[in-house]
């Protein structure tokens, strides 16, 4: 293999090595408290915040979680909390 070859398959290796510790470092924690910012939009229906659209999309990996929970499941399958998904940009999940 020649210098130039090595040299930039080594780059790309690098690249992908910082990626993916990136993706591990931005790992969601999930906690549906997170979600505070929203209270009141999930609760009267009143348009979302930005900060609870902020908090939405942060939480979306957890949306499943929270739905399989028993304690969350009747919040999560409200009317006004799947309006505030819609409203924020974040579709309600199929698990």
Request: hydrophobic content about 35%; aromatic content about 4%.
């Amino acid at each position: 293999m020649k210098k130039g070859s090595c040299a930039s398959l080594l780059c790309a290796l690098v690249v992908v090595v910082v990626l993916a510790e990136a993706r591990v470092t931005e790992a969601v924690t999930c906690n549906p408290l997170e979600l505070r910012p929203c209270l009141g939009a999930f609760t009267s229906g009143q348009p979302p915040s930005a900060g609870c659209c902020d908090k939405v999309r942060e939480q979306k990996p957890c949306l499943c979680g929270y739905i399989k929970n028993p304690n969350l499941k009747q919040f999560v399958n409200s009317p006004n909390t799947r309006k505030v998904g819609a409203a924020c940009g974040v579709p309600y999940p199929t698990c």
